[in-house]
């Protein structure tokens, strides 16, 4: 019996909106790393400045 509803094109759409929502999402995550990247700078930890006893 086919009630209409063809998963396999509901599977589609729904892949393709999620991928209209997470490219613009990945494009902008990826230009800030690349544009912070080497000026946001971690503190130095302890190991790193700790001085030998």
Same mark, same amino acid.
């Given at each position: 019996?086919? %009630?209409?509803? %063809?998963?396999? #094109? #509901? ?7 999620? &991928? ?13 790393? #690349?544009?912070?990247? &080497?000026?946001?700078?971690? %503190? ?5 400045? #700790?001085?030998?006893?």
């Amino acid at each position: 019996m086919s %009630d209409g509803l %063809d998963v396999r #094109a #509901a599977v589609t759409r729904s892949m393709l909106g999620w &991928g209209v929502v997470a490219g613009p999402f990945y494009i902008v995550f990826g230009l800030i790393l #690349a544009l912070t990247r &080497g000026r946001i700078r971690p %503190d130095p930890s302890l190991a790193q400045s #700790a001085q030998p006893r």
